[in-house]
């Protein structure tokens, strides 16, 4: 038995929208046998634009049930069925998101006649609710209310029941059901058939474009947690809604990946990717010296005339940064930035600063920890080194190149022909050149820390 639903709400957001009505056609397979419809109080506001879409205004639902009085009968009209809507995750979340506020949790398998249409009735212009039931013949009443939208997808879930039952290989429905998350544009061969492999991974929308990139260890496995993930929220619903093919490249090692990853963020700028969209920072960790002698590390934007000792995406992190290595080496918060007031700073007068503000400390001895701080976050500059990891087949190695403090590439070399060279600047030949980007040196810095891979300095 199907239990095909369809809701209006007073907006798009599940974890912050109400319900205003509700209807649900039992369907045996061949036709509807049951129907419960309901307006529902949603205890808020109906926002004007609702109104004018749905027809439903406040005075209407002034005296409707409220969810809870409804709810029983929810569950009744739907337990141990097979929960199918236009765009399912939308009504299914919003249900699940009413019920979690009750405490209770509302599990049940869905089908969403999006998907069903677009694998039993392929090339298609569109998938929308009015274009299918003008295509079909279907006569739509009282759009955009919950019982003539649930009337609507249960006529066009009769056809496509009809039509799956002259596919003689292949039970869609039955796949549709086992798969659910899959995005409508997916087939589940397609995931099948990713490697579970170290790599960098696409999101494809219909014309090609690269709308989302990621890496991961398992690219199989990591791409489905995503499908897994996208009825929580309304990033992850749009670009379910948009994913058309999926494209990816295998690269055997972890900083590969992400470098790569990195780099072609910075490429296609992909519309649902927002980290390390940005080809430079704005921010920087910057040091001065004081006419007493003592070193400030403080958080400003970077301006032509001057350049930082670190780079950052805004000043919170930079102070975030300074404030880590203020605490764990005793320094100054006035001399960091963090204490603005006259006199000495609050760390001096509970014992954790030894005096640098009122010159107490010898500026000798407190620059040295200050100087600590600049060394690691510059231990780049200046650095010749190879990073040498798994390939992407065991008889391969990766190459990740450090010139002179600059990221250069990455490249690919056999086992074998690594072995016999022994001058390390001939490996040079194999690195794809790359732009030095401070994501990248930061990938390196945090990857060298816990990487067991082998480091050649030259």
């Known amino acids: 038995m199907f239990a095909i639903v369809d809701i209006e709400t007073t907006g798009s957001k599940p974890d912050y929208d109400k319900i205003i009505e509700i209807a649900i056609y039992l ?56 929960f199918v809507a236009h765009h399912v995750h939308f009504d299914y979340s919003f249900l699940k998101n009413e019920f979690r506020s009750l405490g209770y949790k509302y599990q049940r398998h869905t089908l969403c006649t999006v998907r069903l249409s677009r694998k039993l009735i392929p090339n298609l212009p569109s998938y ?19 019982q003539g939208d649930a009337e609507a997808t249960a006529k066009l879930f009769t056809r496509l029941v009809q039509i799956n039952r002259s596919q003689i290989e292949n039970d869609i429905i039955e796949a549709e059901i086992k798969f659910p998350t899959l995005p409508p544009k997916i087939t589940q061969e397609q995931v099948c058939n990713l490697p579970e492999e170290t790599g960098v991974y696409y999101f494809h929308d219909e014309v090609g474009s690269v709308i989302y990139v990621g890496k991961s260890r398992n690219i199989r496995k990591r791409i489905a947690s995503h ?15 948009t994913i058309a093919d999926i494209s990816y490249q295998i690269t055997g090692s972890e900083l590969v990946a992400l470098l790569l990853e990195s780099a072609e963020i910075k490429k296609y700028k992909p519309r649902f990717n927002k980290a390390q969209r940005r080809d430079k920072y704005l921010y920087g960790i910057f040091v ?14 970077i301006k032509n005339e001057k350049e930082p000792i670190y780079f950052t995406q805004s000043s919170a992190i930079a102070r975030a940064i300074i404030e880590k290595y203020q605490q764990k080496l005793k320094l100054c918060q006035k001399l960091c930035d ?11 007068r509970v014992g954790e600063c030894a005096g640098a503000c009122v010159s107490q400390e010898p500026f000798e001895e407190y620059n040295k920890r200050v100087e600590q701080v600049i060394a690691q976050l510059n231990q780049f500059k200046k650095s010749n080194f190879c990073i040498i990891g798994q390939g992407r087949t065991p008889t391969e190695r990766s190459l990740v190149w450090i010139e002179n403090g600059l990221y250069g590439g990455f490249g690919f070399i056999d086992k074998e022909t690594l072995d016999t060279i022994s001058n390390i600047q001939s490996l040079k030949s194999f690195i794809q050149k790359q732009t030095d ?3 990248a040196q930061k990938i390196i810095r945090q990857y060298l820390e816990t990487s067991q891979d082998k480091v050649i300095y030259f």
């Not at 929308?128 to 919950?146: M, N, P």
């Open 288 to 301: 001065r010296k004081d006419v007493k002698g003592y070193l400030h590390l403080y958080a400003d934007k």
């Open 338 to 348: 963090m204490y603005r007031h006259a006199g000495a700073c609050f760390g001096y």
């Open 227 to 241: 499908f897994q993930l996208f009825s929580k929220n309304r990033k992850h619903s749009a670009l379910k809604e």
């Open 27 to 82: 369907h045996d397979g061949e036709k509807i046998v049951d129907a419960f419809c309901s307006l529902i109080n949603p205890e808020r506001y109906i926002p004007d634009f609702i109104t004018k879409l749905t027809g439903i205004s406040n005075a209407m639902v002034a005296d409707a049930p409220k969810f809870y009085e409804v709810a029983k009968k929810i569950i009744q009209f739907t337990e141990g069925h097979i």
């Open 128 to 146: 929308s609710l009015d274009r299918l039931c003008e295509s079909l013949g279907i006569k739509v009443h009282q759009r955009h209310r919950a």
């Open 437 to 439: 980007t401070q994501d």
